[in-house]
């Protein structure tokens, strides 16, 4: 029994509390035009007054104004007079409901240590102006004799033709040149990528004299075993330095591999670089040149 009435008088002081603390806030919400039309930006007020002590929240953009649609909040610094603090924020916002009436009421809210409790401001109207411009009796029109040239329909007849022929002549084209236009491109590709190679290769060569390093000597190496690998069709990065040279019928590569495998497992800088590196350019060459030839022999 005594539980109950404990409880009970809980109860009772807690909303004691709260209603005795409901009383020492003022809120007051209001907009600073009667009217607007559809759309137009206007400006809603929101004022709270409360005692010292009390813990306020006005409303963030998570809220929802609906028939409304927020497009700025603005706050104002607080102001304590005779233990009285006046916060004030500026909503602006814009309606689009066909409603002649539209109301709003923003909410304070008063945050306690486990809950809060809402304190809502008298409804304030806003009315909607409809703007129509009126309709005149008699149409004006205005005197014009300059020369308006009309467009002229675009024939679909002529263009589906053009397009048959172009097809026919593609046709035509492919059937009788076909295949030495395939082979004039393939050649393209192969002297673009023959320059490309040239390109790296300069700049991998110069940074190899210039630097003879274990990175310099495996670049330079890595870009020749790609190229001849492209152009002969062989796995030239998996082959040895011996089975390279069996396959190209050149013995002399061995001597060029070997000076530069000489900077990349023993870093030390072999004789006649450039001589090396002119070798292997060459190799390269030839190879390049020997693939361009078989191209355009006639099959």
């Known amino acids: 029994m005594g539980r109950i009435i404990f409880f009970i008088s809980s109860i009772l002081y807690f909303n004691f509390t709260l209603h005795s603390q409901a009383q020492d806030i003022e809120v007051e919400g209001y907009f600073q035009q009667d009217s607007a039309k559809l759309g137009e930006r206007v400006g809603y007020v929101l004022k709270a007054k409360y005692k010292e002590g ?58 306690f240590r486990y809950d809060s409790l809402e ?59 076909g295949k030495k236009i395939r082979h004039q491109y393939q050649i393209w590709l192969e002297k673009r990528k023959y320059k490309r190679f040239l390109q790296k290769w300069q700049h991998a060569e110069t940074a190899f004299s210039t630097n ?22 062989k796995p030239f990065r998996e082959w040895t330095t011996t089975e390279i040279s069996e396959f190209l019928d050149n013995k002399e590569i061995i001597k060029d591999f070997r000076a530069i495998e000489m900077v990349i497992y023993a870093g030390k800088e072999g004789k006649d670089i450039l001589e090396t590196c002119t070798n292997l350019k060459d190799i390269c060459t030839d190879s390049f040149k020997k693939k361009i030839t078989t191209q355009d022999e006639p099959k």
């Open 54 to 111: 009390i813990n306020l929240v006005f409303p963030d953009s998570t809220y929802d104004f609906t028939p409304f649609v927020l497009l700025e909040k603005k706050t104002y610094i607080s102001k304590t007079i005779d233990e009285i603090t006046l916060d004030s924020a500026v909503y602006y916002v814009s309606n689009f409901s066909l409603d002649p009436v539209a109301t709003l009421s923003l909410p304070v809210y008063e945050v």
């Open 119 to 177: 304190h809502r401001p008298l409804e304030a109207g806003l009315a909607l102006k409809l703007t129509i411009d009126q309709i005149p009796e008699e149409l004006n029109f205005r005197d014009n004799n300059v020369y308006q040239p009309i467009p002229t329909e675009f024939n679909i007849l002529i263009l589906i033709a053009a397009l048959v022929a172009l097809v026919i002549i593609s046709g035509i084209v492919l059937i009788f040149f």
């Open 212 to 233: 003879p390093d274990m990175s310099q000597a495996d670049e330079l190496l890595g870009l020749w075993k790609a190229y001849m690998e492209h152009l002969r069709e």
